[in-house]
Nanobody
Framework: QVQVVESGGGLVQAGGSLRLSCTAS????????MGWYRQAPGKQRVLVAR???????NYADFVKGRFTVSRDQAKNTVYLEMNSLKPEDTGVYYC?????????WGQGTQVTVSS
């Protein structure tokens, strides 16, 4: 069984920073990629940032230059450093872990950016 647990969300003022963490545990092998998605109220879940096993990264245009995704492969942990936060960054941030067999999701962590 695989567990994916996020942490680090919270309330922050516009212009502030937050760091999210996500760790996958259990019977998870051959992780291909780990990433972050977000879902704003009334909207679909969208990709924020993703990092693959070879450390290649890709970012949504709306976070480029502000967010940084990184990974500790040995710990099956992925981080999202979020700077210069804007109110439109508000939403539930979900961690996604992909291996050769499946895709796993965490329960999400709320990020609220006040203006």
């Amino acid at each position: 069984q695989v567990q994916v647990v996020e942490s680090g969300g919270g309330l922050v003022q516009a212009g502030g920073s937050l760091r999210l963490s996500c760790t996958a545990s259990g019977s998870i092998f051959s992780v291909v990629a780990m990433g972050w998605y977000r879902q704003a109220p009334g909207k679909q879940r969208v990709l924020v940032a993703r990092i693959s096993g070879d450390s290649a990264t890709n970012y949504a245009d709306f976070v480029k230059g502000r967010f940084t995704v990184s990974r500790d492969q040995a710990k099956n942990t992925v981080y999202l450093e979020m700077n210069s936060l804007k109110p439109e960054d508000t939403g539930v941030y979900y961690c996604n872990v992909v291996n050769l067999r499946n895709s796993y999701w965490g329960q999400g962590t709320q990020v609220t950016v006040s203006s």
